[in-house]
C-alpha cells in the first residue's frame, strides 16, 4: 500500500511539472530543467546514501574514467562530419525576421517568438524579460521612427500578449510595410540554406504558416513576411 501511494504522489508531481513547463517561456523552461535536475540529482545521492548503495556509484564512476580519453577522441573525429548536419537541423528549426530596433526569433517547432532590441532606450534588452509597459514605450518609438520595427513588435505583443490592444490601443496596429526583401533575408525568414530547391522552400513555408497563421495566434504582418520570403525565393530557383 505505501508503495502505491508512492507511486501515485510521483505521478502527481510528474503531471504538475508538465502542466507548469508547458505555460512557462523558454527562459522559466531552461531554469525549471536546471532546477529539477539538480534535485533529482541530491534525491538519487540521498537515495544511494540511505541504502548504503553509494559505494556502486563511486565504482562506476571509477570503471568510466579510462573510457573518457578515447570517447574524447571519437567525438573529435566525427565532429567534422556531424557538424554540417547539426548546422542544418538548427538552420531548419529557427526563423529570423530582423528590422533597425528589434531581432525576433521564431522557434519553427514551437511558434514560439524571442527578440533583442538593437537599438533606443532599451538596447540590448530581450523582449521576453522586458515588461508590457516596457515594451509599450518601446513600441511607441518604433512607430515613429521605424514602421518595420513596429510591425515586428506588434506581431511579438499579438502573440506574447493576446489581449494587449484593448482598451484604447487599437491604433498601435496601423504599421505594416511592404519593402523590398533580399534573398539572405528570405533564407533567413524561412530559416533554409543557399542551395534549398523548391521543395524544401515550400516545406520551410508550410511549416512556418502552419505555426504563425492569424488564425492559429500569428499575425497578418508575419504571414505577409512568409509569403513574401516564399516567392522571393521561388523566383530565384
Not at 12 to 32: A, H, I, M, P, W
Request: proline share 3%.
Amino acid at each position: 500500500m505505501p508503495r502505491i501511494i508512492l507511486i501515485l504522489l510521483i505521478l502527481l508531481v510528474v503531471f504538475y511539472v508538465l502542466y507548469l513547463f508547458r505555460r512557462l517561456d523558454s527562459l522559466k523552461r531552461k531554469q525549471l530543467l536546471k532546477n529539477l535536475a539538480i534535485i533529482l540529482s541530491v534525491g538519487l545521492l540521498a537515495v544511494l546514501v540511505l541504502t548504503g548503495r553509494l559505494n556502486w556509484l563511486i565504482a562506476a564512476v571509477g570503471a568510466t574514467l579510462p573510457l573518457i580519453p578515447r570517447v574524447a577522441r571519437f567525438f573529435i573525429g566525427v565532429w567534422p562530419t556531424v557538424l554540417p548536419y547539426f548546422q542544418r537541423y538548427r538552420q531548419n528549426h529557427q526563423s529570423t525576421m530582423t528590422a533597425r530596433f528589434i531581432h525576433l526569433q521564431i522557434n519553427v517547432l514551437s511558434g514560439e517568438l524571442q527578440g533583442e532590441v538593437l537599438e533606443g532606450e532599451f538596447q540590448g534588452q530581450k523582449l521576453q524579460a522586458m515588461s508590457l509597459e516596457q515594451i509599450m514605450l518601446l513600441l511607441d518609438q518604433c512607430k515613429q521612427e521605424d514602421a518595420e520595427s513596429a510591425s515586428l513588435l506588434i506581431a511579438y505583443l499579438d502573440r506574447k500578449y493576446p489581449e494587449w490592444a484593448k482598451g484604447g490601443s487599437e491604433s498601435y496596429r496601423e504599421p505594416m510595410t511592404d519593402s523590398e526583401m533580399s534573398d539572405k533575408q528570405a533564407r533567413d525568414i524561412l530559416g533554409v540554406s543557399e542551395t534549398a530547391n523548391k521543395k524544401e522552400i515550400n516545406t520551410a513555408h508550410k511549416r512556418l504558416m502552419q505555426k504563425l497563421h492569424p488564425d492559429r495566434g500569428g499575425s497578418d504582418y508575419l504571414a505577409q513576411q512568409i509569403n513574401k520570403a516564399r516567392d522571393t525565393l521561388l523566383s530565384s530557383v
